[in-house]
């Protein structure tokens, strides 16, 4: 049974639906991220599970409660902002002992309570510091602190890492993972950053325009995004989307002078001859001859023109133009060539989903 | 001071921009004399005898200091009839002061809070119709507070003058109050709602606590306002229940033989000394920064 549920949350400001109806789903000790650009609705929605900007429409149940009407403080949630909202004239300590004062907990045992949190975010020796005499990456974890100590049932998390900077973030996220481990918490993220939605959850809700576009593990949605918006949106660099034509033997890329790469393996369906459609293929998909995954079983080899080299150390971004259309390969560091010479790529089909240009769907 | 030379940039040469700097203070410190000499006049004429004040020079020290003129104003001086001195007056004005400043500092208090973190529709007519307060001349709201007054039985009172101000003063004070918190991050009191702080507690324990520098300068604003005000005092008070400034202006104004300048001067010296303590004591306090790093960006 599902331990969060958001049922078909509706949100209107002046005439503008920011939510259009979202239903999503959440097990207890699930990490559900909500990612989206700016102005999908993501932190709208959140703000509506904590109960602090109340929905037009719709229920929000948490283990079995409907708690749509109730208090934020009544709800037993936890929030993390992103500006972290330390209480600026009290110590650490008191910071994540003022919930637990609020709820009339004693004294002795919030001294407890905190110095508890404290070990476990390796935060003791900052206890008397006032917020202002801490760094950003301490902030962040005393503001998490204040959510840990009192044991909620959801932990929600608005952009928390959107404020430190790209080598703290990459420790943070992995402590909030670790987090999320160790005390099975269940846990809604609200990022824009699709790395981290990537990396921390256990199911992604991507958001577009106040809807859902695709609900899924991490997987699923990097791997069978559900439309072009998806597609584009997640992994980085994107998806290439590649314009074709379905042929006798195959579908027809890059115009009339391309060639004909084999139906993938995720399409089931039979395709009308001369149907335009888009096939998305992710750069690790399309490889020099080296880095072709030995398990592969549909590869098309397509000789392109080098139009961009990308070394990043670990591999090399190679852009390939063919007929005016370009793609993105991701190759081994160890390849050599040069701007404007032809390059072989290997396109692993079994990689590859097929949109429908019209819709913008995925075909199955 | 350094920095002087440093800001001068190749074409100025060290020597001219030191100069110029010179040529400001010198500027500045001439005005200040300027604007202190009243001051100076008040207090050594104060500290004078009359034939000293008579004969001499308005700008000369005192020859021989002596705070009798002092004694005379607070205890001795004839009010109208009553020559009891000025202390009685002063105290009343204590007493009308403290109490309107707190209360209309704390009620400003609470309407910021409330136009900005707990709005309701129509929050910005109220705010527009508290602002429009601001700018009501005094003498047009005379005759209908002196009806007001009268109704409620607190005409010639205390209690009376110190609503008159709360109520004249709650414009600016939700104002001042009102500009500082919409500055305020929300988060932070979101946080505390989902900690479980209701409208009070957030108020008094994270508001409040972080409003030191707009509290000083509320409290200098009114204390000084309200101290000075000559016309509500004069018109919703008479005699004994006079406020300091209608006593002072009674004294001066009273005289049945020889003008006492001296007793007159040492006299406005009391009227104004309060206001002069609240600057020095409270300017300490003006520290900004409580807020820094609370939020970041």
């Excluded at chain 1, 009544?74 to 902002?81: C, E, G, N, T, Y």
């Excluded at chain 1, 190759?331 to 050599?336: I, K, L, M, S, Y």
């Excluded at chain 2, 008159?164 to 919409?182: D, I, K, S, W």
Aim: aromatic residues 10%; neutral net charge.
């Amino acid at each position: 049974m599902s331990f969060l549920e958001i049922r078909n949350i509706r949100k209107k400001i002046g005439n503008i639906e920011i939510l259009k109806g979202i239903d999503i789903d959440l097990e207890k000790g699930g990490f559900l991220v909500l990612v989206g650009p700016s102005g999908c609705g993501k932190s709208t929605l959140l703000n509506a599970i904590a109960g602090l900007l109340p929905p037009s429409s719709g229920d929000i149940v948490i283990d079995g409660q409907v708690v749509t009407d109730l208090h934020p403080s009544k709800r037993d949630i936890a929030m993390v902002f992103q500006s972290y909202a330390l209480y600026p004239n009290m110590t650490v300590e008191e910071n994540i002992a003022f919930a637990l004062e609020m709820r009339g907990v004693e004294k002795a045992q919030r001294v407890t309570a905190v110095r508890q949190v404290a070990k476990t975010l390796q935060i003791e020796h900052l206890l008397d510091r006032r917020p202002s005499q801490l760094s950003g990456g301490q902030r962040q974890r005393v503001a998490m602190g204040r959510a840990l100590v009192r044991q909620p049932r959801v932990f929600l998390f608005d952009e928390p890492l959107s404020n430190l900077d790209a080598k703290l973030r990459v420790e943070v996220r992995a402590e909030i993972k670790a987090l999320h481990q160790n005390t099975g918490a269940t846990i809604v993220y609200v990022t824009h950053d699709q790395i981290e939605a990537m990396t921390l959850a256990t199911k992604i809700v991507v958001l577009k325009e106040g809807m859902v576009q695709q609900v899924g593990s991490p997987a699923e949605i990097y791997n069978r995004p559900a439309n072009l918006f998806v597609a584009d949106f997640m992994g980085s660099p994107a998806m290439n989307m590649l314009k074709g034509r379905v042929a006798e033997t195959g579908i027809a890329l890059f115009g009339s002078n391309g060639v004909v790469v084999p139906v993938p393996p995720s399409v089931t369906k039979k395709l009308p001859d001369g149907k335009e459609v888009i096939i998305g293929l992710r750069p690790e998909a399309i490889t020099d001859d080296g880095l072709v995954d030995p398990t592969a079983r549909s590869i098309a080899h397509i000789a392109a023109e080098v139009s961009m080299i990308e070394p990043t150390g670990s591999d090399t971004f190679l852009t390939g133009k063919v007929d005016g259309a370009s793609f993105t390969a991701r190759t081994r560091a160890e390849v050599v060539t040069e701007l404007g010479q032809s390059f072989r790529f290997a396109f692993n089909l079994d990689k590859a989903v097929v949109f429908d240009p019209e819709t913008g769907s995925r075909i199955d | 001071m350094s920095g002087a030379a440093e800001t001068a940039n190749g074409t100025v040469s060290a020597g001219s921009a030191r100069t110029a700097r010179y040529f400001i203070y010198a500027t500045l410190i001439v005005l200040a004399l300027v604007y202190l000499l009243p001051l100076y006049v008040m207090l050594t004429t104060s500290l004078k005898s009359l034939d000293e004040i008579r004969g001499g020079d308005m700008l000369a020290l005192p020859k021989d200091p002596s705070i009798a003129a002092w004694v005379k104003a607070w205890g001795e001086a004839c009010i109208g009839v009553s020559c009891v001195g000025i202390k009685g007056y002063f105290w009343n004005s204590i007493k009308m002061v403290v109490p309107a400043v707190f209360i209309s500092t704390l009620l400003g208090a609470l309407n910021g809070y409330v136009l900005t973190k707990w709005r309701f529709p129509g929050h910005r007519i109220v705010f527009g119709m508290m602002l429009f307060a601001c700018f009501i001349p005094f003498q047009a709201v005379l005759i209908p507070m002196a009806r007001l007054l009268g109704a409620a039985g607190m005409s010639n009172s205390t209690a009376g003058l110190v609503f008159v101000h709360v109520v004249y003063g709650l414009g600016f004070t939700t104002l001042f109050f009102r500009n500082y918190y919409e500055a305020f991050p929300d988060e932070l009191v979101k946080a505390a709602m989902i900690d479980g702080a209701g409208f009070f507690r957030i108020f008094w324990r994270i508001l409040l606590p972080t409003s030191g520098p707009i509290i000083v300068v509320t409290v200098i604003y009114q204390f000084t306002n309200i101290w000075n005000d000559f016309l509500f005092g004069v018109s919703f008070s008479s005699g004994e229940a006079s406020p300091m400034t209608v006593a002072l202006n009674n004294l001066v104004s009273s005289s049945t033989g020889v003008k006492e300048y001296n007793v007159d001067m040492a006299a406005a010296v009391f009227a104004a000394l309060p206001t002069l303590f609240v600057y020095v004591v409270a300017g300490r306090y003006f520290v900004r920064g409580l807020m820094a790093g609370a939020v970041k960006g």
